[in-house]
């Protein structure tokens, strides 16, 4: 790919002049680090961005939900956009994320990803929000584990290819978890996601090791870990608690901290690949998201109103990346005054 040269340092070279060095990987080769998935966030362009600038450093990631709605599909949809084969091919290989109540409905959006050339699916069990609880999907249900069951068990037997979940430890309890383990294994599953905290605890308090270690003892599926690794020491501290386990998914983490991956990987990159990051992700959510080649080109009222998107767009991301700096970037009228502020940062 082209530009990868001035971004990654072979960490095996004596090169370090005008680098980022790292200790060495804490990870293993049988290790996989993930890219969660958060809505608006982690899509398309941010995927782009991060396997342009951080090369080798992401495994996968998992889409951010596809929701189930009325109407016809097929592969073309704009519903499908975010993992359209051809759009991704230079991106961060993805899993696509389904969300839905529907076993015959959620059969049928993941077979039409199945043809499209994947080879499997996650469905998201953990998701929160209040608009999936008033939906009665995500995390709502881990309610009623009966009729997950019956939803999972017709589903499975609908599907052309894999389907992996991602699930909390229950939703307002765990005591719950036998049942929840006893369901999962019965299940012909690619792999389980666990976030171990109760849906009701939102992202506040702390993950349940030990609700997770019951889970990883007892389930026969290949499992993830997802949940509060901000740092490469939090990942050190999973990995050795939980030394089966070889898949790891971040989100918040690696939007606070891009170079994540790359600290727990030992990986060494050149010192302006942050300001890079943030200026590809303007580019490709104006391309890919927005779907702008030139704002030039724009009637002015289009162009004052897709400038206002990205600019609420690099806000937005600003927040995460560039915390110290959000009230001065909150206050700029254009992603012209972002990007002075973020460059005058790395001078």
């Given amino acids: 790919m082209q530009g990868l040269r001035s971004i990654f340092i072979d960490p095996f070279s004596s090169v370090k002049d005008n680098t980022i060095v790292f200790e060495p990987a804490l990870t293993s080769f049988e290790d996989n680090l993930i890219l969660a998935p958060m809505q608006g966030l982690t899509s398309l362009y941010f995927r782009k961005a991060f396997h342009y600038c951080f090369p080798l450093c992401a495994d996968y990631a998992v889409s951010p939900f596809i929701s189930l709605t009325a109407g016809e599909l097929n592969a073309s949809s704009r519903k499908f956009r975010d993992v359209a084969i ?17 076993a015959k409905g959620l059969a049928k959006y993941a077979n039409l990803l199945f043809d499209m050339g994947y080879a499997h699916v996650n469905l998201n069990l953990a998701c929160p929000a209040k608009l999936a609880l008033k939906h009665n999907r995500g995390s709502a249900l881990l309610k009623d584990l009966k009729s997950l069951e019956g939803l999972l068990k017709s589903l499975t037997k609908e599907l052309n290819g894999g389907l992996s979940v991602k699930i909390r430890i229950g939703y307002d309890s765990k005591q719950e978890l036998g049942d929840l383990i006893g369901l999962l294994n019965d ?43 901000k740092t490469p020491k ?17 989100g918040r983490g690696v939007l606070k901290d891009p170079l994540l991956f790359a600290k727990i990987r030992g990986l060494n990159f050149a010192e302006n690949v942050l300001e890079l990051f943030f200026l590809k992700l303007e580019e490709f959510y104006l391309k890919d998201f927005l779907e702008v080649e030139d704002l030039d080109s724009l009637p002015q009222y289009k162009k004052d109103k897709t400038e206002k998107a990205l600019s609420d767009k690099m806000k937005e991301l600003s927040s995460y990346l560039f915390p110290d700096l959000f009230s001065q970037i909150a206050a700029c009228k254009d992603v012209n005054e972002i990007n002075a502020i973020v460059s005058r940062r790395f001078q």
Avoid: T, W
């Fill in 86 to 102: 051809e759009a991704n091919k230079d991106s961060l290989r993805v899993v696509p994320q389904l969300i839905g109540s529907d």
């Fill in 187 to 229: 299940l012909p599953l690619h792999s389980v996601i666990i976030h171990p905290r109760l849906a009701v605890q939102m992202y506040e308090g702390c993950c349940d090791y030990e609700a997770f270690d019951l889970l990883a003892s007892s389930l026969r599926h290949r499992l993830v870990y997802n949940g509060d690794i």
């Fill in 234 to 250: 939090d990942f050190f501290e999973i990995k050795n608690r939980f030394p089966q386990i070889k898949d790891y998914m971040v």
